[in-house]
């Protein structure tokens, strides 16, 4: 079966750190993957997506992600986390079609 | 450009009452989804529209939801009669292709409170 898993319910990290969250999918074929990021209150915004091509992804606020075969994963990556990085982060798969397959999600918290 | 939008933001109703979610998706986007989030479940797809026609519906939970398009700028998803189970936050988001690489964009949610 067709699925996305985040390993992570909960990460911290200290502003400045370096911060990757883990995502590993389930799929016949290579999915379409993204991450969105859910601030509270708010609904999700993307942040950047995978469909095929250069396996390392730029996205916005200055996030990347590498979408890695061998290991069926698409970590999500900064090298230096601000503290309005706080939010919670979803993995997301699609086949093709319009249905997508979100994460549980991974609540970032940013330790001043 | 303005996003999704999503009326009301925050709705408290008390159980057997009815319901009604409303979304304005982006203009031009001809797909438009329904999702519920709530705790236990995480993000769950109730309905898929596309040209304003319903295509899977196949997550609606049961007879009590409803939803509808009667046009491409507008959406309502209506729970009658509510139930406290059926407090969650609802999503509408739209995309253009309607297809997998199609960015879905959400709207900022409806958070239900069912007393």
């Known amino acids: 079966a067709q699925s996305v898993t985040q390993p992570d319910i909960h990460i911290t990290v200290s502003e400045g750190a370096s911060l990757e969250l883990r995502c590993n999918y389930s799929y016949g074929a290579t999915p379409y993957l993204f991450w969105y990021v859910q601030s509270p209150g708010q609904g999700l915004q993307l942040l950047l997506k995978y469909f095929s091509g250069d396996t390392l992804v730029q996205g916005i606020k200055g996030f990347e992600a590498e979408f890695k075969r061998s290991q069926s994963s698409f970590n999500l990556r900064k090298p230096s986390v601000h503290w309005s990085d706080a939010a919670e982060y979803f993995c997301a798969g699609s086949s093709g079609t319009y249905k997508y397959i979100f994460g549980t999600g991974t609540r970032l918290k940013v330790l001043a | 450009d303005a996003g999704v939008i999503q009326s009301p933001r925050h709705e408290v109703t008390e159980m057997g009452q009815e319901v009604t979610l409303r979304c304005k998706p982006i203009?031009?986007?001809?797909?438009l989804f329904w999702y519920r989030q709530t705790m236990m479940r995480g993000l769950e797809l109730l309905i898929y529209?596309?040209?304003?026609?319903?295509?899977?519906d196949s997550g609606m939970p049961e007879d009590r939801f409803s939803a509808k398009m009667p046009n491409a700028s507008f959406s309502t998803l209506k729970i009658q009669p509510s139930e406290p189970r059926d407090s969650a936050v609802y999503f509408c988001?739209?995309?253009?292709?309607?297809?997998?690489?199609?960015?879905?964009?959400f709207g900022p949610g409806t958070r239900l409170t069912v007393l």
């Open positions: 529209f596309n040209n304003n026609v319903p295509i899977d």
């Open positions: 203009s031009g986007h001809n797909s």
């Open positions: 988001a739209s995309s253009l292709a309607g297809r997998g690489e199609g960015e879905q964009f």
